[in-house]
């Protein structure tokens, strides 16, 4: 996958950062309080958003990421016990 996507959550500081493709040489700019985008060094491109208090700011409980592919994990337990 070219523009792999990746997500970090620090829970304690409450700062989610959003990265799209390979790691790369970047600097950042807030581009509005407590928002912070990361831009390559050499391509000019975005590659990540930083939002500092987000669980604050989208008035969240909890933080849950829907990934767009499904998992079987039914005969997981099984296929340990047969590993043993």
Known sequence: MKNKTRFYYDEEGDFL???????????????????FLRI???????????????????????????IPIQMDFSNIKEKLERNQ
């Open 17 to 35: 950062e959003i990265y799209v493709g390979e790691p790369s040489e970047c600097y950042a700019e807030e581009i509005e309080p407590g928002i």
């Open 40 to 66: 390559d060094k050499k391509t000019g491109e975005a590659k990540s958003i930083g939002i500092l208090d987000f669980r604050k700011r989208s008035h969240l409980k909890d933080i849950e990421f829907n």
